[in-house]
């Protein structure tokens, strides 16, 4: 659908771009550089990657200085390069579990194995506004580095058991739901109910903004589902395949940013009739700690019986996804001149019966 009876047709089209770059670029005094982006606004680009399910943050960047700072549409550029890729290799199971963890924090417990690490966080601080920040340049920010950490390696190993193993081995927690054979949300048709894996890769693309919103409803008073975060990390995970000449060995491709997010929810008997508490799971790209946590709201609220909206699996998964809720708001911006031209006839028809069944009524 296009713009066909616009006056000018294509040309107009094309004035347009024209005109929006030029309001992107009137008022600036320098290009902003792609490479700013990625390493200053890390938890945009992390939050485009995570919902144009790519991870790679240099054209995350890119797709946010087009979009001129959009994230739907950020986001919708990164999935439509993302399905021009060839898939070559698919890559080993990864295990969160071995992160190299530059945070972690529990809310469940206070001690816990390896201590709390708090890490890169604004968690802690207050929201003041830093005027401080609208002249920095670049010698100040390299001393900056050397005085607040200087002795910070950011290639350090740590690596820490998790919290939720450890009430697993207490026979507290149910055992690690199975999601079968793996559904790619990519290739294959959606279809009702959805097999688990469908599930955490729908949510693992969601939009931030709708997925908190639902877990907000849910948490709130819509459901009993008011969980506490058994433990949360933030780290690098390496990504490995089979070694294509010997497929008993693996080749290391590199390492991802993910946020690991487990929560403990309320506890339930299983089919032995053992009490035992249940665990929500969310997992994302880069460090997006509120969404990993609102992921693992959602994804404990579709695994269990309802009647609330977060539990309502068709209207979940069809309703969080940025790509298809800003494209179906978005295109009542197109032409509907004929669907609306009819609503207007219906609408004349329907007003000259009424005029002609008060004429044709007798007064008394």
């Not at 529990?106 to 390896?114: E, H, N, R, T, Y």
């Not at 559904?183 to 729908?202: C, E, G, V, W």
Request: aromatic share 8%; hydrophobic share 35%.
């Amino acid at each position: 659908m296009g713009y066909v009876a616009v006056t000018g047709g294509q040309k107009a089209i094309e004035a347009a771009d024209r005109i929006n770059q030029w309001y992107r670029i009137k008022d600036a005094a320098h290009s902003l550089e792609t490479i700013e982006i990625e390493k200053q606004l890390r938890h945009l680009t992390d939050r485009v990657m995570s919902e144009g399910g790519l991870y790679a943050s240099e054209y995350a960047a890119l797709a946010i200085k087009q979009a001129e700072g959009d994230l739907c549409e950020a986001a919708f550029l990164m999935r439509a390069y993302r399905s021009t890729l060839e898939r070559t290799y698919e890559s080993e199971i990864i295990d969160p579990g071995q992160m190299r963890v530059i945070r972690r924090i529990s809310s469940a417990f206070k001690d816990i194995p390896g201590g709390q690490m708090l890490g890169p966080t604004m968690d802690y601080t207050h929201r003041l506004l830093n005027f401080t920040l609208e002249n920095e340049q670049a010698h100040v920010l390299q001393e900056l580095l050397k005085e607040q950490i200087p002795e910070f390696d950011t290639n350090q190993t740590l690596s820490f058991p998790k919290v939720a193993g450890l009430l697993r081995e207490q026979g507290l927690l149910f055992p690690p739901k199975s999601s079968g054979a793996l559904f790619d949300i990519t290739r294959d048709k959606l279809t009702f109910p959805a097999p688990r894996s469908a599930k955490l890769q729908i949510l693992a693309r969601g939009e931030t903004g709708a997925m908190t919103a639902l877990a907000y409803s849910s948490m709130r008073g819509h459901t009993t589902n008011h969980p506490t975060v058994g433990e949360l990390r933030v780290g690098y995970v390496e990504v490995t395949i089979a070694y294509p000449f010997d497929s008993s060995e693996s080749l290391c491709l590199g390492e991802l940013m993910l946020t690991e997010v487990e929560t403990i929810n309320a506890f339930e008997r299983d089919d032995q009739g053992d009490v035992k508490l249940r665990l929500g799971y969310g997992l994302t790209f880069g460090q997006n700690e509120t969404k990993a946590i609102a992921m693992a709201i959602l994804e404990q609220g579709l695994e269990t019986k309802g009647e609330t909206p977060s539990q309502d699996e068709e209207f979940v998964l069809l309703h969080v996804d940025s790509i298809e809720a800003n494209g179906f708001v978005s295109h009542l911006k197109l032409p509907h001149y004929i669907t609306f031209q009819s609503k207007l006839d219906v609408l004349r028809q329907t007003q000259k019966l009424a005029e002609s069944e008060k004429t044709e009524t007798p007064k008394e």
